[in-house]
């Protein structure tokens, strides 16, 4: 499966990516098995994307949480909480 990633704010600067496409192994289905298959990036994405990290998460745009089903050619983005002032 083919997806798009996106990364925004604080976690794009971390990361140092905005964006890319991943071809995925048949075991990740969800948006939740994502996060902890790219938090084997090292040590830089284990930190980011941490389990106690407060973060969204989105599937084509639309807010979801960690047991959302991925599709191919979705997108998904994750990004820090946003306040408003």
């Known amino acids: 499966m083919k997806i798009q990633l996106r990364f925004f704010a ?3 600067e971390a990361l140092d990516v905005s964006q ?3 071809e995925l192994p048949a075991s990740i289905a969800t948006v939740g098995e994502l996060r902890i298959f790219l938090r084997a990036r ?3 994405w284990a930190e980011a994307l941490a389990d106690g990290r ?3 998460m989105a599937f084509n745009q639309e807010l979801v949480g960690a047991d959302a089903a991925l599709a191919d050619g979705g997108e998904v983005a994750f990004f820090p909480p946003v306040t408003g002032g």
């Open 10 to 12: 604080s976690l794009r």
């Open 20 to 22: 890319e496409t991943l």
């Open 42 to 44: 090292g040590p830089v």
């Open 54 to 56: 407060a973060l969204r």
